[in-house]
Each structure stands twice: as C-alpha cells, then as structure tokens.
C-alpha cells in the first residue's frame, strides 16, 4: 500500500524523515517485522514496544509510529502521535481495507458464556452449510483449522488481519468472542460489528477494571460502538435475566431481540427438562411454540442457546430451521463437557473460573446426581489475577459434597497463597487443598465411590498449565482416567 494513503489514516500526526512510497506489511512486534514495514510502537504492561523500535528497524522496518523522537537513523521516518495504541487500530483497519464491512460481524461479549455462545453460533452456521470463522479463547478456527492467539480478544492489527482472511476464504461471517479487555484497550478498533449479543455481567477480572461499574461499561462499549446507521440491518441480543441489559438497551438505537428464562422475553424458556444425557425445553418465539432437545448440558446452555437464536432470528433466519439444527449441535468443548469412559463414575470437564460459572456447572450437575452419591468438585484459579473472586468461587464449590482447592495457571504465584484464599470462602470442612494440579486430580479420583460425579473446573479445553511463565501439558482427563481405571482396576 502507499505509505501516504495508509498514514492518511492518522490525521494528528508530526512527520520526520523522509516519505517512502510503498509499505508492504504492519507489525507491533519486532520480531515478526518483514522488510519494507511499518512498525507502531506499543507500551505493554510489562514492556515498552518503543523500547523495540531499533530491533524492527533492523528487521527491515522503514516507517516507525512513535509517542517520542527515537535516536533512530535519518532514512527512518518517524511518524510521532498522541496514542500508538489508538493509531494501530486505525492504521490496521486501512491496512486490510476495512474487511469487517465485507463479512457478517457477530460479537458476543459477557463474563460466562462468549465461547460457548460463539462456538454454538458458528456449529449452527456450519450445519446450515454457512460458511464462518470464529476467534476467541479458544484460537482462530478458520476453514476448519485452529490457529493459537495470545489473547480471547486479541490486538487490533491481529483482529483486522483475522478478519482479512476470513474474508478472503469466503467466509459469510465472523463470529468473535468480545472481552472486556479487548473494548477497554481498543483492541475492536474499527470492527463494524452486525450482530451484538449480551450473556451477563458477574464477578471477575476486578484487577483490571476496579469496580464492577466500571468492568460493566466496558462491556456497553460494543452496543455503543454499533454506531448511527439505522439503514443497516444489525441486531442487538441481550439476557433479560440479567439487570444489565436495560443499561445497554439504552445505549443504542438498534433492534433489540430479548432472551431469558425468568423474565418476560422475545425468546423465552419453560419447562426445563433433562434425560438420558439431553437437555429438554420449550421455546416461547415471536414465531410461536417450539419443542428444542439439545446434546449441551445445563440451564446455563438453554441461556447460550437462546442468545443463538434470537441472533439467528434477528438476521432473518425461521426459528423451526434454527432448533432443527439445534439437536445436532455437539457439546462445546470443555465446557460441562462429559468424558466418554469405563469408569464407575461420571466425570466432567469444565471450564468455571468465576463464581457465577461454578454455581452454574454444580447447578447443571444436580440432575445427574444419584441418591445417597456425592458430588465432587475440583476448582483451582490463576495465579496473580482477580483475587478478590477466590473466597467467593470457592463458597460456591461448597455446595458439593467434597472439594477439591488447587491450581488453574499459578504462573508465578505460590500454590499455598491461591489455595489459602480459595479456602477462606469454604462453608464445609470437607474439602482438600493440594496445589498441584495433577496431584490434585488424582485426590479428586482417590475420594470418589461408584456413582459419584467429578466435576473439573478451570481448564476445560485446555491441554496445558503454565508454571512460572512454562507451559507444561497437562489434561485433567487423562490424568483422571488413568488414576481411576487403575482404582477400579479396569
Ligand atoms: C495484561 C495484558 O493485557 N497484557 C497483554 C499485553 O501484553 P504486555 O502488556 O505484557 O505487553 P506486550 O504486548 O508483551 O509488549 C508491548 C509491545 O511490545 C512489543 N514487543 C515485545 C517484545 C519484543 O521483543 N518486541 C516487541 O516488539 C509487543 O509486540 C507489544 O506490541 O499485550 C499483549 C499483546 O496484545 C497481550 O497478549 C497481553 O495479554 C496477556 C497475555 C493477558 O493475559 N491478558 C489478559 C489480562 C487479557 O487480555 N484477557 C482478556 C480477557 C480474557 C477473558 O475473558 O477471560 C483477553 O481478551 O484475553
Ligand atoms: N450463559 C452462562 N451463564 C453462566 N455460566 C456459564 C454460561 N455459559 C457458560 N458458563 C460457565 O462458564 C464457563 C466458561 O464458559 P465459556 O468459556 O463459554 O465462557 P467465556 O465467557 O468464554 O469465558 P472466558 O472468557 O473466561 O473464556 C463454562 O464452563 C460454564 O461453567
């Protein structure tokens, strides 16, 4: 692209050296600067991207986006702004010639439920033969592949470039997970977004927004962000259930398709229903009475699967035709997620790392529940984030029989300073702290009779732990499997 074209995007800015004619690539990280680049300079919470400026000039970069003046060579030019961060969103998205305004933009944002809901959305679009790409905690699934990202939301140049390739496979949509993070720090930054869908706001990531207030506008910044265009045909999905869908309602002029199971809603659920391994509901729709029977477990899902829906509706699509494909929908992964085994008891797979989301894996535990049989609940959380949710996770676990307190990623946390916290929020005496994640695994086996059922939160998908700043593989199933075929010696 013209070097003068794509800095035209950036109307605030003093200009020192000499113009180049043609910049091939962008970059915001030294070491992946192809030559004839322009690289922004980014402040990170750990290090300073301007501190990195010389490495990308060496690495071939000829245009360089700075706060300051660097001691860089003359045929360098420098372009000094206000904000780097800022410019990067606005640079990528004149980079790749603004791909969000070509594909269906989908973005789910919330404190539970974002990859659930997306990886629904994108399963339905799939089987409809749709084709979408998806990015989130997951990775990137583009055409069926999985690429890793750093990040559920990541940076804008990575989220411009993601939207890129969708758009050049011929993707119809793309479905993308929306942090809170990732609106705080202007990671969305020029995302056209059609579909915006709400799941609901409870504790977690404190550390970084302060208060709940404040973690919840940060959230509104997505339905605020869909702009003035009426003529355009986007579609605002929010939780009736939760208090702060009003906020948002208000904060844009755009359809509203309501859902909820306790409220009155657009899309609402009744008569809860669970057998031989289904979830069973009835649909109240704007296009009538629908019997929906789904794979996914839990009143948690009906929610993700009603969030879908009206996404669906408010595009245009028949709700029959949505719930027909509902009963194929496969369980999302890691997420109340059974584990296929011999074994005498039942295990799952989750991925609850916040207080609400552990009230709601044991709630959708409870129907599979034996008489006189225990639940057993394992939960671990990171190391050196949101501390102030611990003790209010680990009261939630109490309502299982038996606990198990350990590690999710300590990073660089000590196993004792997690597991204390988490313990300060128990209710019942009947619980163990082991750190070790696989060790605690094993515990969690140990303690379990015929019957029982283990739920493992934290990790869900995820086939690691990182240690320290080490990623080590590590899977509760595994681990879990092996210890109780060897138990029931099987
Ligand atoms: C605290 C935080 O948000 N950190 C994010 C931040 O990292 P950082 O501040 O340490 O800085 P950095 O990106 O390493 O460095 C700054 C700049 O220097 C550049 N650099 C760095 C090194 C080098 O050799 N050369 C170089 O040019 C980097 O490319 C970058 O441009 O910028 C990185 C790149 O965008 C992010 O991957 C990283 O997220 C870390 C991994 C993280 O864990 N973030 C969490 C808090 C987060 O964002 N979570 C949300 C919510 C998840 C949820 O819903 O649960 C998310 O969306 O993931
Ligand atoms: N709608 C929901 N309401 C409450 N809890 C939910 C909901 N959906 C999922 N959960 C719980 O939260 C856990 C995480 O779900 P999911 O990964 O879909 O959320 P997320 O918003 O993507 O989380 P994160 O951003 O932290 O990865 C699940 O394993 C489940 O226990």
Redesign the pocket.
């Known amino acids: 692209m013209y070097a003068e074209e794509l800095l035209s995007a950036l109307p605030l800015k003093q200009v020192i050296g000499p113009m180049p004619t043609q910049i091939k690539d962008i970059a915001?990280?030294?070491?992946s600067v192809q030559p004839k680049s322009l690289f922004v300079c980014?402040?990170?919470?750990?290090?300073?991207?301007h501190d990195?400026a010389q490495?990308?000039v060496d690495n071939g970069a000829i245009v360089i986006v700075t706060e300051r003046v660097l001691p860089l060579a003359e045929d360098i030019t420098q372009v000094i702004v206000a904000d780097t961060n800022r410019a990067v969103g606005l640079l990528a998205a004149k980079f790749f010639d603004y791909p969000s305004n070509e594909v269906t933009m989908v973005g789910v944002t919330g404190t539970n439920g974002?990859t659930s809901v997306t990886g629904i959305i994108h399963n339905l679009l799939q089987s409809m033969g749709e084709k979408s790409a998806l990015s989130g905690?997951i990775g990137f699934n583009l055409n069926g592949i999985l690429y890793e990202t750093?990040?559920?939301?990541s940076?804008a140049l990575s989220t411009q470039q993601m939207i890129f390739r969708a758009k050049m496979e011929g993707c119809r949509a793309m479905i993308m997970e929306v942090?809170?993070?990732?609106l705080a720090?202007g990671r969305l930054a020029g995302v056209d977004f059609d579909i915006a869908i709400f799941t609901n706001l409870t504790h977690d990531?404190l550390d970084?927004h302060g208060t709940m207030e404040e973690y919840g506008n940060a959230k509104g910044l997505l339905f605020s962000q869909l702009g003035q265009d009426l003529a355009k045909n986007k579609v605002v999905v929010l939780n009736a259930d939760d208090v702060w869908s009003k906020k948002y309602a208000a904060l844009t002029q755009f359809p509203i398709y309501t859902y909820g199971i306790q409220e009155d809603a657009a899309f609402k659920a009744s008569n809860i229903r669970y057998a031989n391994g289904m979830t069973h509901f009835t649909l109240h729709s704007p296009e009538g009475e629908f019997d929906v029977s789904m794979h996914l477990l839990g009143e948690f899902n009906v929610y993700n699967v009603l969030a879908a829906i009206a996404a669906f509706y408010g595009r245009g699509f028949a709700v029959e035709l949505v719930v027909e494909h509902i009963e194929q929908l496969p369980p999302v992964k890691g997420r109340m997620e059974k584990v296929q085994s011999d074994l005498p008891f039942d295990i799952f797979i989750d991925y609850a790392h916040t207080p609400d989301a552990i009230e709601k894996a044991i709630d959708a535990a409870m129907p599979y529940k034996r008489d006189g049989k225990k639940i057993i609940f394992l939960v671990g959380t990171g190391g050196g984030r949101d501390k102030s949710k611990r003790p209010a996770m680990a009261e939630k676990a109490s309502r299982a029989e038996y606990v198990v307190l350990t590690t999710d990623d300590p990073r660089y946390e000590e196993f004792d300073s997690i597991t204390g916290d988490l313990a300060k929020g128990m209710t019942h005496d009947q619980f163990a702290c082991i750190g070790d994640r696989a060790e605690a695994v094993r515990h969690a086996v140990s303690v379990a009779d015929e019957g029982d059922i283990i739920i493992f939160a934290g990790k869900g998908h995820e086939d690691y732990q990182i240690v320290e700043n080490t990623k080590y593989q590590h899977s509760d199933t595994e681990i879990a499997v092996e210890a109780g075929r060897k138990k029931f010696n099987l």
């Not at 990170?44 to 991207?49: A, F, L, M, P, R």
């Open positions: 915001i990280d030294s070491r980014i402040k990170g919470e750990t290090v300073d991207g990195f490495k990308a974002k905690t750093a990040n559920t939301t940076d942090s809170s993070h990732g720090l990531h970084f």
